[in-house]
């Protein structure tokens, strides 16, 4: 089976092309054209810009996604699009394109759901899952437990309250200054930095629940940056203060990622979205999990999966094509605020 993957849900134009036979998945390729030089003018995605972008330049994309892969049309099973959430003006631009490419081309689409398709992420480098499984889902507009007992069934464990843990990255990037994306260049700043120069707050770290806060995290980093203590004008200092937020941050997130495990009793845990290439998350969860719940397997994305990209669709979309959960093109809508569960 040969998937169409296309993905415009923020401010990245991108198409992929995965295979799915006897049981393995290969991405056959995966472009993505970024905006991020775009955005990174005004400190953050303004959506009708985003949306103009995507316009210029999804078809280019799925081309090259075709000719890398060294497939035509006819090759095609299927085209599997993100319908939500995102960005309803960017949303619009892959749905239209995979609906007009279905009209013309005469193959199904799956409509797929952006936060479904970070966790299936997963499995575009085949890795074996024991369910029930915890996924911590950690993306710009997301931040969330989700315990499945079996393939694409969620039940929503715990969320953030308020900003989502990539937010709160971009956020505090912004008050440092730093620029957008604030994931990438925190985490680069954070290597050469104390985390222990700033006492920064764990929010919620210690509740029963299973929900998360960063907005007072946050808050606290903007305080320590107006306070006439500091010379944020101080390499040194920008680089104590990404350590020090990196480390609260993911403190947060691996104290409640494995006390949510332990209470689900779950074999395995998987990470997924944006944040998930956070190296620093991705060593501490890993070892956390060994020390709590030793016996659970720990699911990571592959590097190239983590932020947004189109072969993470595809993935999504042999499981559903397997199933042929097809959508007829005329239910085809777009759903910014789709839930998964
Ligand atoms: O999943 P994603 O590409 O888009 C959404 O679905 O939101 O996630 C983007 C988020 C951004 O907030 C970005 O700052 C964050 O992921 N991010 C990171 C890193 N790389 C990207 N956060 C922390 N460390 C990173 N290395
Ligand atoms: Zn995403």
Redesign the pocket.
């Known amino acids: 089976m040969i998937i169409l993957g296309i993905e415009t849900?923020?401010d990245?134009t991108a198409a992929s092309i995965v295979e799915y036979k006897g049981g393995v998945f290969s991405v056959h390729s995966n472009i993505i054209s970024s905006q991020i030089e775009i955005h990174a003018k005004t400190g953050g995605v303004v959506p009708e810009v985003a949306a103009r972008e995507h316009i210029k330049n999804i078809l280019p994309v799925v081309n090259q996604a075709l000719v890398k892969a060294k497939v035509t049309a006819k090759n095609i099973d299927a085209i599997a699009v993100t319908t939500g959430p995102?960005l309803i003006t960017s949303l619009i631009v892959g749905i239209e394109t995979a609906k007009t490419l279905s009209h013309v081309w005469h193959k199904p689409i799956i409509s797929i759901n952006?936060i479904e398709a970070?966790l299936y992420a997963n499995f575009a480098t085949n890795k074996k899952v024991v369910f029930p499984l915890l996924a911590l889902i950690?993306?710009?507009?997301?931040t969330e437990l989700i315990l499945m007992k079996k393939h694409r069934h969620y039940k929503l464990v715990g969320k953030t309250r308020d900003d989502?843990?990539?937010?709160a990255?971009?956020k505090v990037?912004k008050i440092l200054k730093l620029g957008y994306?604030?994931?990438?260049v925190?985490?680069k700043l954070a290597m050469k930095g104390n985390e222990t120069a700033f006492n920064l707050p764990r929010p919620m770290i210690n509740e029963k629940n299973h929900d998360f806060s960063f907005s007072g995290l946050k808050t606290a980093v903007l305080y320590e940056s107006l306070s006439k203590k500091h010379n944020f004008r101080n390499k040194k200092k920008v680089a104590d203060m990404s350590a020090s937020f990196?480390k609260a941050a993911v403190d947060v997130l691996i104290k409640k990622t494995a006390h949510a495990a332990k209470q689900y009793n779950v074999k395995s845990v998987l990470l997924a979205?944006?944040?998930a290439?956070?190296?620093r998350?991705r060593a501490d969860l890993k070892n956390e999990l060994k020390n709590e719940i030793p016996k659970a397997k720990f699911l990571l994305p592959d590097l190239n999966y983590?932020?947004?990209n189109a072969a993470m669709i595809a993935v999504a979309g042999c499981f559903h094509a397997r199933k042929k959960e097809f959508t007829p093109i005329n239910k085809i809508k777009v759903d910014p605020n789709w839930e998964l569960s």
Do not use: M, Q, R
Not at 138 to 142: K, L
Not at 164 to 167: D, H, M, R, S, V
């Open positions: 849900s923020c990245e995102g952006h970070h950690v993306s710009g507009g997301h989502a843990a990539g937010e990255f971009d990037a994306p604030g994931g990438p925190i985490a990196e979205g944006g944040v290439a956070n190296k998350l983590c932020t947004d």
